[in-house]
């Protein structure tokens, strides 16, 4: 099986601007879930869609945003980018409650 | 808030050399699972290891898991260089009943392995 996939790989954007990342779980999985990770922070979780409803959410503001279309694939948006934006965001999928796998994810800065 | 607290930060041995990788948590889990990552990129996953058992083997890793005293361990034998990464613990918190899962990740073990 293909693993999971995220477009883009890199992205440049400037503070105020938007951004949508793009993730292709494994095929079968219905769970999505979204991490960012920085240097200061770590690993942190963002949000968990199953069956296109979001079940689980982190401690990140309402300017982080998600949603998980039909054939499973999802998408999260980030709104009015700062800097502190700037992170690897990893996306993840799990069949039932067994190991979570990740993507290669994508390295977003924000000038 | 970080779940997981991986003891040492960083690790340096030489290749064939056995290194061993400690991780502490604070509440009751569900299973906890390592990963590893090299530069930046993405998380492979390694090893789960469920509340209920003891002791993983998966080719060269060892997991341990004493749910008393909270804590886990990953023991990597005979290294090799390309196992120069870091290495993170991360939790899954006990079922909610709501389906809910989240995986909580120290900070790491940064290993480093000399040919």
């Known amino acids: 099986k293909a693993g999971v996939t995220q477009t883009p790989r890199y992205l440049i954007k400037t503070r105020g601007q938007q951004v949508t990342l793009s993730c292709s779980p494994i095929?079968?999985?219905?769970?999505v879930s979204w991490y960012q990770q920085t240097p200061g922070q770590g690993l942190q979780f963002l949000f968990e869609y199953f069956s296109e409803t979001q079940r689980n959410k982190g401690n990140f503001p309402g300017r982080f945003s998600g949603r998980q279309f039909s054939n499973s694939r999802s998408e999260m948006n980030v709104s009015t980018l700062e800097l502190g934006d700037s992170a690897l965001y990893l996306c993840?999928?799990?069949?039932?409650?067994?190991?979570?796998?990740f993507g290669p994810g994508t390295r977003l800065t924000v000038l | 808030s970080q779940q997981g607290e991986e003891d040492p930060q960083a690790l340096s041995i030489q290749e064939g050399e056995n290194a061993t990788m400690n991780c502490s948590y604070k509440?009751?889990?569900?299973?906890l699972q390592w990963y590893r990552q090299n530069s930046g990129r993405g998380l492979v996953h390694l090893i789960l290891?469920?509340?209920?058992?003891r002791e993983k083997h998966s080719g060269r890793l060892r997991v341990t898991l004493d749910t008393s005293k909270k804590s886990s361990s990953l023991l990597i034998t005979a290294s090799r260089a390309a196992d120069t990464a870091s290495y993170f613990c991360a939790t899954v918190l006990t079922y909610s009943g709501a389906g809910s899962y989240q995986l909580t990740f120290g900070k790491g073990t940064k290993l480093s392995v000399i040919p």
């Open positions: 509440t009751s889990i569900n299973n």
């Open positions: 095929s079968g999985h219905r769970s």
């Open positions: 993840a999928s799990r069949q039932g409650y067994n190991e979570q796998f």
């Open positions: 290891i469920r509340s209920n058992e």
